[in-house]
């Protein structure tokens, strides 16, 4: 089996990725879980996100994610403060299984953190592809 | 202890099947999505490896007599190709395992069952039933044949139509709880119109080598433990282990809502005590509810009162792929056992609403 692992992102060990949001100006990141993730998940059927305005701590736990048969912690990949959440995904939370690098995205962060830089914990595609494979 | 492994393991890891861990046993969880797997057994048809799943024999002038003895139900009033849900129970009428008795065709003109214990429990209730046959000198022959029988389950609306077109002789006459052998390929296969889905269907024992060949023979989607549960909990049947269990939490057949089971004109390891509780009535009883809050229940949470305070513990739950909500069951006072009772489930310390509701929450066969 395969899995989606785009390049223009970064991934924690822990199976969120992160990526810069070019249209919504600097310094704006999204965070979702990875497409290996959510086949590991199966059937997501419950998100718990922080709100609007709440800061999320690099490596620390920012939310909670349920399928039908697991319970998992999320991980945020940055330090930051929330500018948006996906709130869709309370009513269809399916969408983390269909869609998880795009749709099924979880929150937007406003953060200092430069994605490009090397001194950060986060991995490369390649680096996710060899921990996953 | 490595895991043992049901004989179609090898073709079900091919298919792209999940495995779990199951009462010892390396069992597929999901081979394509539960939601898919649990709406094909809604709607239409779809098969699981229940392999996990003991069998013990037993065979012999005084089979009746230690069957009856040793489960609540009134095995007596069996007929051959009978079949009878029931629990095992200690002296003090706590459940030690719930089962389902087949009486089979006499063998050697004696009466013979099979029963099916829980996955992992197979060894214990084989080891129960010699020595209580030794106890009280009864002559019987027992034998565990768990690794004898692979165990399928067909179920669904259209499982009896399916069922028609693949097995070699007359099916879907058989009626609830009705069993018989039956030929599929060529192999022959005892055949139960059971199951643990409130789905019509089947359930079939099947010779371990022969497995792959039964279970080839049915072309419908493959469905794993995952959605076993989703579907066993909408139809409000309970699960040894998770629903009570003899030493973490010891329940009554009466308190876990299955007292229909329990024959008090008959003679059985906990009669005497299981009468008392039925005079005196339980404190504590199994209820199925609902959250309104978002979330899912989950086993072990607590569940309290509007105040606060906790007044019971959830024992199953999930989100319900029919209904789209979360569900569960859990032991609650009486106090508290009527529906529309509202109640909260402590999800990650956070009180969710919940509302008691009626089990099943589906309709069922």
Not at chain 2, 108 to 125: C, K
Request: aromatic residues 8%; glycine residues 10%; contains cysteine.
């Amino acid at each position: 089996m395969s899995f989606d692992i785009p390049a223009d992102r970064r991934y924690l060990e822990s199976h969120e990725w992160t990526h810069a949001l070019e249209s919504t100006g600097d310094g704006v990141v999204r965070i979702g879980i990875t497409d290996f993730a959510q086949d590991e998940l199966g059937d997501v059927v419950f998100v718990e996100l922080p709100e609007e305005g709440e800061t999320i701590t690099a490596g620390e736990q920012f939310g909670v994610i349920e399928s039908i048969k697991a319970v998992s912690d999320l991980y945020a990949p940055v330090d930051g403060e929330v500018v948006a959440v996906n709130e869709t995904l309370f009513d269809s939370p399916e969408l983390v299984n269909d869609d998880p690098f795009g749709e099924g995205w979880m929150l937007e962060v406003e953060t200092d953190t430069d994605l490009e830089s090397d001194d950060l914990e986060l991995l490369s595609a390649e680096e996710y592809e060899e921990q996953i494979a | 202890m490595p895991l043992q492994t049901p004989p179609l393991r090898g073709l079900h890891d091919e298919r792209g099947a999940k495995f779990t861990e199951f009462g010892g046993w390396d069992m597929p969880v999901e081979f394509d999505s539960i939601r898919e797997e649990h709406a094909a057994v809604r709607d239409d048809v779809g098969i699981f490896d229940v392999s996990h799943m003991g069998e013990i024999h037993v065979t012999g002038p005084d089979a009746t007599r230690l069957m009856d003895r040793l489960t609540s139900n009134d095995v007596a009033a069996l007929e051959v190709g009978d079949s009878q849900y029931a629990t095992i129970t200690d002296e003090e009428g706590i459940i030690i395992d719930d089962t389902v008795v087949y009486r089979l065709p006499d063998e050697d003109d004696e009466p013979t069952y099979l029963f099916v214990p829980n996955a992992g429990n197979d060894e214990a209730m084989h080891q129960r039933w010699v020595d209580h046959r030794n106890e009280w000198d009864l002559e019987a022959t027992i034998d565990n044949q768990t690794d004898e029988y692979a165990m399928f389950a067909l179920q669904g609306p259209e499982a009896a139509d399916l069922a028609g077109d693949v097995v070699d002789d007359p099916i879907g006459d058989l009626g609830r709880f009705e069993a018989r052998y039956v030929t599929i390929e060529g192999i022959e296969c005892w055949a139960a119109r059971t199951g643990y889905t409130g789905e019509d269907g089947f359930e079939f024992l099947v010779p371990w080598m022969d497995a792959e060949t039964v279970w080839s023979a049915f072309d419908c989607q493959p469905c794993g433990l995952g959605a076993r549960d989703t579907l066993r909990l909408e139809a409000g049947y309970v699960l040894a282990g998770e629903d009570f269990d003899h030493e973490s939490d010891p329940r009554t057949p009466y308190e876990a809502g299955i007292g229909f089971t329990v024959k008090l004109d008959t003679e059985f390891v906990g009669r005497d005590a299981l009468e008392r509780v039925k005079e005196e009535g339980v404190e504590e009883k199994l209820v199925g509810f609902r959250l309104i809050d978002r979330g899912v229940p989950r086993h072990g949470y607590d569940i309290t009162n509007t105040e606060g305070r906790v007044v019971g513990t959830v024992t199953s739950g999930t989100m319900s792929p029919t209904l789209g909500a979360p569900i569960g069951l859990g032991y609650v006072p009486l106090e508290y056992a009527e529906p529309g009772t509202t109640l909260r489930v402590i999800v990650r310390g956070q009180p969710k609403k919940a509302r008691v509701e009626t089990i099943p929450f589906i309709e069922t066969v």
